[in-house]
């Protein structure tokens, strides 16, 4: 499976960004992750693509929301309020199972990363 990420750029604190990633095959979750330089890729958002149930972190609730298009293989993360320490590389995951979709582990494929900064 290959995962087309899209969607990142240069926005002020408070504002609104979308993130897509297109995967060339079914899977069994989808999900982002961050890192921020200087740490560690940290476990953002995921759905388990049958069921549609989710998962967020507790510093995205409220403010993400991630939804699919399951007939176009592909999610969405939209991202809300906005804040600096939002700043990061996003990744797209995917995996073949839904064994373990908080974690790095849980995911076979990924995409390329792309570049989400928050300005204050």
């Known amino acids: 499976v290959q995962l087309q990420a899209s969607g990142g750029g240069l926005v002020q604190a408070g504002g609104s960004l979308r993130l897509s990633c297109a995967a060339s095959?079914?899977?069994?979750?989808m999900g982002w992750f961050r890192q921020a330089p200087g740490k560690d890729r940290e476990f953002v958002v995921a759905i388990i693509w049958g069921i549609g149930a989710t998962h967020y972190a507790d510093s995205v609730k409220g403010r993400f929301t991630i939804s699919r298009d399951i007939a176009k293989n592909t999610v969405f993360l939209q991202m809300n309020s906005l804040k600096p320490e939002d700043t990061a590389v996003y990744y797209c995951?995917?995996?073949?199972?839904?064994?373990?979709?908080?974690?790095?582990?849980?995911?076979?494929?990924w995409g390329q990363g792309t570049l989400v900064t928050v300005s204050s």
């Open positions: 995951a995917a995996g073949s199972t839904s064994w373990s979709p908080t974690r790095y582990r849980g995911y076979d494929y």
């Open positions: 095959g079914r899977t069994g979750v």
